[in-house]
């Protein structure tokens, strides 16, 4: 219980501290920090379809932040998901453009429902690929696995970069054509911009969460990520496990860059991507929990949704939501740390225990 | 060649700082993956201060200053409140580009041109830069670049020769030992967070006072990675780090070159020869670990 309330305390605190020490940056800048949050929260949630909007940015978040989290718990650092993400969505573009899927296309087929799975499919076996490269090497080198996975982000952002310009390129823009209205992942609301992508996130979220805590293999997984050589010598393949948690937090990296490609971008172009490191800080403020992951992906999103009412009713720039993010993580991971002090963890029980005996 | 290999000390540079950087760091027990983003926070205070006074060689300073400021957070975190240095490396990554982003878009606004400051002009050594072949290489460089031709045999000296190296070593390879021995283990970790702050930060300021003479958004480009992984190449040693710089040094060099004379390739490709050198480089000849011992643990003093 005390662990739990640790747990969850620890990131709320931070964002407060997060928040606050913003406030004081903005006003430093000669800003109103009230009015600047006002504005960040009306953007966020004024109406429906900007609520539908935080919906939208939360997705890619979502995906990263579990692809980060994932592999953690497994005790190897993917740094990659920013790779396996854009390798993801080249992936589904390029699916898409082999079975006529892209707008322009010569023979445009009506499917549906096949079409979108197999594009999505495409590109979480991309992304799983990408991820099993840092694996194999870790398992088989011994290699550090976050420096390679960081290497390999820069080669696919080229990579995606180069299809885009060279292959795919649609029109004297360097980007690809948009993909065709039935490879496009269904919106659920009308109105907004909503799409199914944000179920399947929900669903992952679900499936990572009961599979860590409520089957044996997930167990299995987490004790590796705990203590390596005790896992080792109570007979588990801990390099089996290792390489799993890369493929499969890679997959879902790939997942959310296709649906990134499909739900909302639609096509691949200059910019597209940018959510691996945030992921790897929502992973990490989300205490590595499936769930906990998911809500401060949302908090994340609300932040990036509202930041350009901000911009154009204050004239804060949208950096400032950088900040707060960033503050986040260096407070929540500090924080993590100083409550396990061992001077600061016999307080915290002696204060608790000293409650319970009133 | 002459200019490919020039080009290659160019390149060399802010990669080698950062990797002496993270050599001090890691002698010390401390693994920084927070290179790259203590390197773009000193790019972006190099390049500022060389923008309002029009010193690139305050910009360097202010570079190194920058570095240990950012440094210094994750020194206290580490060291102090025993956070995980690689979770806390990151984290430094995330919120330092994330802020240097943040001061540059404030001092020139949201939308503006690309501010462009002073660059340092290379300095010829007189005598020196006549010999033929090497003396326009070697010897035609800023004075920053000169300033790691000091450093790598000091710091080499240091290590293997001096009471006070051998001392430092021993806070990262057995802490415990070091603090018996009267070794004051914080401070000297404290000591070796601010000289890799200084030297990355350098690494940082080079780019955008003495390479190119302005500031953008991922300027540094994964060099602190591409340090991290000469760290490890070059077997903790200054030498053999300094080995490790060049050869990335060199690889980044030759795609810059092939991208003036192969125009046909897509540039993309060409570009990707660094990052892709780093990996081959790591995969074929980074298998052996013998870093320092307690590299990457926290020391809680009063635990036995």
Same mark, same amino acid.
């Not at chain 1, 823009?173 to 399947?200: C, D, E, N, S, Y």
């Not at chain 1, 050589?229 to 499969?248: D, M, N, Q, W």
């Not at chain 1, 499909?262 to 205490?287: H, K, N």
């Given at each position: ?61 979502? &995906? ?9 718990? !497994? ?9 396996? &993400? ?8 390029? !699916? ?18 096949? *079409? ?79 799409? =199914? ?13 009961? &599979? ?74 989300? +205490? ?11 908090? /994340?999103?609300? %932040? ?55 | ?16 700082? =950062? ?57 206290? !975190?580490?060291?102090?409140? !025993?956070?995980? +240095? ?79 190296? %051998? ?71 200054? %030498? ?43 995969? /074929? /000849? *980074? ?18």
């Amino acid at each position: 219980m005390k662990q739990i309330l640790i747990k969850i305390g620890v990131p709320i605190l931070s964002v407060l501290c997060a928040f606050l020490i913003s406030a004081i940056l903005i006003t430093v800048i000669g800003g109103n920090a009230l009015q600047a949050y006002h504005y960040l929260m009306m953007g966020a949630f004024q109406n429906f379809t900007n609520f539908g909007e935080t919906l939208v940015k939360v997705c890619p978040l979502i &995906f990263t932040g579990l692809c980060a989290a994932f592999a953690y718990r !497994c005790g190897v650092f993917n740094l990659g998901g920013e790779g396996q &993400f854009l390798m993801g969505a080249t992936a589904a573009i390029w !699916c898409a453009s082999l079975i006529g899927g892209t707008q322009g296309a010569a023979g445009t087929v009506a499917f549906s429902v096949p *079409g979108i799975i197999v594009c999505l499919l495409a590109g979480l076996i991309a992304g799983g690929i990408w991820g099993a490269i840092p694996g194999i090497l870790k398992i088989t080198r011994g290699l550090n696995e976050m420096i390679v996975s960081i290497m390999l982000n820069y080669v696919a952002s080229l990579f995606m970069s180069w299809v885009y310009t060279g292959p795919l390129r649609a029109g004297s823009v360097p980007q690809t054509a948009a993909v065709a209205a039935q490879i496009k992942l269904p919106r659920i609301f009308a109105g907004t911009r909503i799409h =199914a992508g944000i179920i399947i996130a929900l669903v992952v979220m679900a499936v990572l969460y009961y &599979f860590l805590f409520y089957t044996s293999a997930g167990f299995k997984l987490r004790a590796i990520g705990f203590n390596q050589t005790a896992s080792r010598f109570s007979g588990l393949h801990v390099k089996t496990y290792i390489l799993i948690a890369f493929v499969v937090s890679g997959a879902i990296a790939g997942l959310g860059g296709s649906i990134e490609l499909q739900g909302t971008q639609y096509r691949l172009m200059d910019g597209f991507g940018g959510y691996g490191f945030d992921g790897v800080a929502i992973a990490l403020i989300g +205490q590595l929990n499936p769930v906990g992951t998911v809500i401060v992906a949302y908090l /994340f999103a609300v %932040l990036r949704t509202g930041a350009t009412m901000m911009q154009v009713g204050t004239g804060i720039p949208t950096a400032i939501i950088n900040i707060i993010q960033a503050l986040v993580i260096i407070f929540a991971v500090a924080g993590t740390a100083a409550v396990n002090l061992p001077k600061i963890k016999q307080f915290l029980f002696q204060s608790i225990r000293k409650k319970e005996a009133l | 060649m002459e200019a490919l290999l020039l080009s290659t000390i160019r390149m060399t540079t802010p990669i080698l700082f =950062a990797a002496l950087g993270e050599l001090y760091s890691e002698k010390a027990g401390l693994v920084n993956i927070g290179l790259d983003g203590i390197m773009c926070f000193g790019a972006l205070a190099g390049f500022l201060t060389s923008y309002i006074t029009g010193s690139p060689l305050l910009g360097i300073v202010a570079g190194a200053a920058g570095g240990i400021l950012i440094n210094l957070i994750y020194a206290f !975190c580490t060291i102090t409140l !025993c956070a995980e +240095q690689i979770v806390y490396g990151m984290a430094i990554n995330i919120f330092a580009p994330a802020i240097a982003s943040f001061i540059y878009k404030i001092y020139f606004g949201i939308s503006s041109t690309l501010q462009k400051a002073p660059l340092m002009s290379a300095i010829s050594i007189p005598g020196l830069s006549k010999i033929p072949f090497v003396g326009p290489i070697i010897f035609n460089n800023t004075l920053v670049t000169y300033f790691l031709f000091i450093l790598i045999p000091v710091s080499s000296i240091f290590f293997s020769k001096t009471h006070t190296g %051998l001392n430092y070593r021993a806070v990262g390879e057995h802490p415990k030992a070091a603090e018996s021995l009267g070794i004051n283990v914080i401070k000297q970790k404290y000591i070796a967070s601010i000289i890799c702050g200084a030297l990355a930060g350098i690494g940082g300021a080079y780019l955008t006072t003495c390479y190119i003479p302005s500031y953008t958004d991922g300027v540094v480009a994964g060099r602190g990675f591409i340090a991290l992984s000469a760290v490890i190449f070059g077997r903790w040693t200054s %030498l053999g780090v300094m080995a490790a710089s060049l050869l990335f040094g060199f690889a980044d060099a030759l795609q810059l070159r092939f991208q003036i004379i192969k125009p046909n390739v897509p540039y993309q490709f060409l570009a990707m020869l660094p990052y892709i050198c780093t990996l081959c480089a790591l995969a /074929f /000849f *980074g298998i052996k670990k013998n870093g320092p011992k307690s590299n990457g643990k926290a020391y809680y003093r009063e635990q036995r």
